[in-house]
């Protein structure tokens, strides 16, 4: 369900007969519903170790990661991009062998930018 539309502002998602004159009722059940939906998105990163965001950004973009204290640009086939138990496995192409990084490592073994790992010790 949600909470906003296109233009970022509130969506009616609560019908008009269930609010009083000042539309307190409505205020307060959107309130709740977006507050229950945010918790169970924050307990998903939790259990994760990762925002959502950066998590579906991977997917979507290349990585980089740190290995034997070297940063490396991984372009990668979406395709044999594979997330499991915790970890994401990424082929680069051309290469004949992967990379696996745990997400909860994220800005320290892997990241969006070169930037992200730059003054990283691990």
């Known amino acids: 369900m949600r909470f906003t ?3 970022g502002t509130l969506e009616g998602i609560v019908s008009i007969k269930n609010t009083d004159l000042y539309g307190i009722k409505i205020e307060k059940q959107l309130t709740q519903n977006a507050y229950a939906k945010l918790k169970k998105l924050e307990d998903i990163e939790e259990e994760l170790g ?3 965001l950066t998590l579906f ?3 979507e ?3 980089w990661i740190k290995f034997d204290n070297k940063i490396m640009f991984v ?3 979406k395709k044999d991009f594979i997330f499991y138990e915790g970890n994401i ?3 680069p192409l051309n290469e004949p062998y992967g990379y696996t990084v745990s997400i909860d490592d994220y800005g320290k073994t892997w990241a969006l930018t070169k930037e992200e790992l730059l003054w ?3």
Request: glycine share 0%; charged share 40%.
């Open 5 to 7: 539309n296109e233009k």
């Open 50 to 52: 990762i925002d959502l």
């Open 57 to 59: 950004k991977a997917f």
């Open 61 to 63: 973009e290349d990585i």
């Open 75 to 77: 372009p990668y086939d």
């Open 89 to 91: 496995n990424c082929y």
């Open 120 to 122: 990283v010790d691990y």
